[in-house]
């Protein structure tokens, strides 16, 4: 089994790096936060005193921070400290620049690289189902693959160098834009006389059909598992979503795509996240719609 150093322990890089303990590999782990090292050394990884140290007989180093800048600051210092040609694996969700200066800083200390953000949440992070979008060489893809089977359940290699990065933005994009547009069918649905029940049974097997409706059902009720059964507790905040839009529209501006609802969507998240509700689940937006009828 490998040595791995596990930097990030967080909602996400925590339970990522219990999966990988349990798993058989030998973890070094490090964050910042006391509390996360002492619940990571309760899930059996050894704890680094830096995250330097961390990485010093690591054959792989797995990354989980919040974002691009912190990245390129721990990379900056970890990366000079590795074992010669061993690989490092970057989970976060960060601009696609960022990701790309980090695979280039890798690349220049003889190391392999993989930006490799996640979907599936922190229930994704707990049960080991993520889905990984990975970026970078054949061959660093290759030596992720057997790390990152071990904390999900579906790896795409989606390009070279920030290719990963550039379809997590793009999905999370499409993601926020159909639930606005479910919260907009049931709001309007309710203003018809239109119970629940009856537009789910119709739109989940018609062609309205989405994960936003089907999955993650923005009523409580239809779909007893998603978070409006649950006072929209998160599950994916709206303030990460806002996170990811905003990723989303900066790549846009910067390359000249035209994103007309994703620009839309990400001034209607950052609406409801500003007004408090950063920290409710991002299909609570349906309240925020219900709330603009008649203004
Ligand atoms: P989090 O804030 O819970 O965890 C980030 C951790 O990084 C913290 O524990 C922090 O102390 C640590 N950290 C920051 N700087 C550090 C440094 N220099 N050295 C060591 N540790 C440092 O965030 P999270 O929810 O775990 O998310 C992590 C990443 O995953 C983000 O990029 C986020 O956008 C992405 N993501 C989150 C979710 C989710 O549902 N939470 C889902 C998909 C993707």
Known sequence: MANIA??????????????????????????????SRDQAKADGAGIAESGVASVKDADTVVTMLPAGKH??????????????????????????????????????????SVDAPVSGGTVGAKAATLTFMCGGEDKAFAAAKPVLEKMGKKLVHCGAAGAGQAAKICNNMILAISMIGVGEAFALGEKLGLSHQALFDVASTSSGQCWALTTYCPVPGPVPTSPANNGYKPGFA???????????????????????????????????????????????IIQHVRALAGK
């Not at 990030?8 to 790096?17: F, H, I, S, T, V």
């Not at 000079?80 to 690349?107: R, W, Y």
């Not at 996170?243 to 609802?261: E, I, R, V, Y």
């Open 238 to 284: 709206s303030a990460l979503m806002v996170k990811d839009l905003t990723l989303a529209q900066d790549a846009a501006n910067s390359t000249g795509a035209a994103t007309p609802l994703g620009k839309h969507a990400q001034e209607i998240y950052k609406a409801f996240d500003a007004a408090g509700n950063g920290g409710v689940d991002f299909s609570g």
């Open 6 to 35: 596990f930097i990030g322990l967080g909602n996400m890089g925590g339970p990522m790096a219990a999966n990988l303990v349990k798993a058989g590999h030998k973890v070094t782990a490090f964050d910042l936060v006391a509390a």
């Open 71 to 112: 990245v390129l600051s721990v990379w900056s210092e970890v990366v000079p400290a590795m074992k010669k040609g061993a690989l490092i694996i970057d989970c976060s969700t960060i601009d696609v620049a960022s990701a790309k200066e980090a695979h280039a800083l890798a690349a220049k200390h003889g190391m392999a």
